[in-house]
């Protein structure tokens, strides 16, 4: 299965590091990064006309995925879809077969890790709602070493709620639907059990709206992570 890295082109930095963490353990190949712009911000295809506080850098993000969305539905096959801040297991390949193999065969999309800063929900029986709340640790290159090293044993679940897109399997047939339903970018609500009411400012906010109408999965063990919460971590879309 194709990996794309998505990574702004001059942040040679970031792909230098990235290379470190995984070129041993997966192939891959860089996807160039659109830059949110101000011509983007008036184009009514892109983002609707009321919609407030998407910053120039989310835009840019939002359009990187939707780039990726319509290569999975070209090729007609399934994709990973990575970012540049993601670290792997040193056995990321066995474990996605794995994974894989758990899926029914029409699943749109497979959220491979989530942001430990926020909410997941999955489902943990067929009439129960499990939502995971984290300890938001910081952590450090000496963590993701044992992580990397460490046995898991993954598994899938239905997907409910998940923010961030640092790392994902999408088909054709989810991309499309993605790209339907998520664009042009606007501030539809989420509601979330101990949080409340969401307004969407990021394209995964707006992939959340979605989930629970597809056949959406994830790895609630993941065995990919991203630096989000690293002691030296700095953003590019915030």
Same mark, same amino acid.
């Given at each position: ?14 792909? /230098? ?22 011509? +983007? ?6 983002? *609707?006309? /009321?919609?407030?506080?998407?910053? *120039? ?7 990187? +995925? ?11 096959? #399934? ?8 670290? $792997? ?35 943990? &029986?067929?009439?129960? !709602? ?6 938001? *640790?910081?952590?450090? /290159? ?9 046995? =898991?044993?993954?598994? $899938?679940?239905?997907? +409910? ?9 999408? !088909? #054709? ?30 394209? /995964?906010?707006?992939?959340? &709206? =979605? ?28």
């Amino acid at each position: 299965m194709n990996i794309y890295v998505i990574s702004l082109k001059e942040s040679i930095e970031r792909r /230098d590091v990235f290379n470190k963490l995984n070129n041993k353990y997966i192939e891959y190949e860089y996807f160039d990064a659109i830059k949110g712009s101000d011509e +983007h911000l008036s184009d009514s295809l892109i983002i *609707k006309e /009321d919609a407030v506080k998407f910053s *120039k850098a989310a835009i840019g993000c939002a359009l990187s +995925h939707l780039n990726l969305w319509k290569l999975c539905v070209k090729l007609n096959k #399934p994709i990973v879809i990575m970012e540049d801040d993601a670290f $792997v297991s040193s056995l990321f390949n066995s474990y996605l077969d794995t994974v894989i193999k758990m899926l029914p065969t029409n699943f749109d999309i497979l959220q491979l890790c989530y942001n430990c800063d926020s909410i997941l929900g999955f489902s943990n &029986t067929n009439f129960e !709602t499990a939502y995971t709340f984290f300890s938001r *640790k910081r952590f450090n /290159d000496n963590d993701i070493d044992i992580f990397q090293k460490r046995k =898991i044993y993954p598994t $899938v679940a239905r997907l +409910h709620t998940s923010f961030g897109t640092g790392c994902y399997v999408i !088909t #054709p047939k989810g991309a499309s639907i993605l790209i339907k339903n998520c664009f042009p970018l606007d501030n539809r609500e989420l509601s979330l059990p101990l949080i409340g009411k969401l307004k969407s400012y990021t394209i /995964d906010c707006l992939m959340n &709206t =979605i989930y629970k109408n597809i056949n959406a999965y994830v790895c609630p063990i993941p065995f990919v992570m991203t630096k989000h919460l690293h002691e030296q971590y700095k953003s590019t879309i915030n």
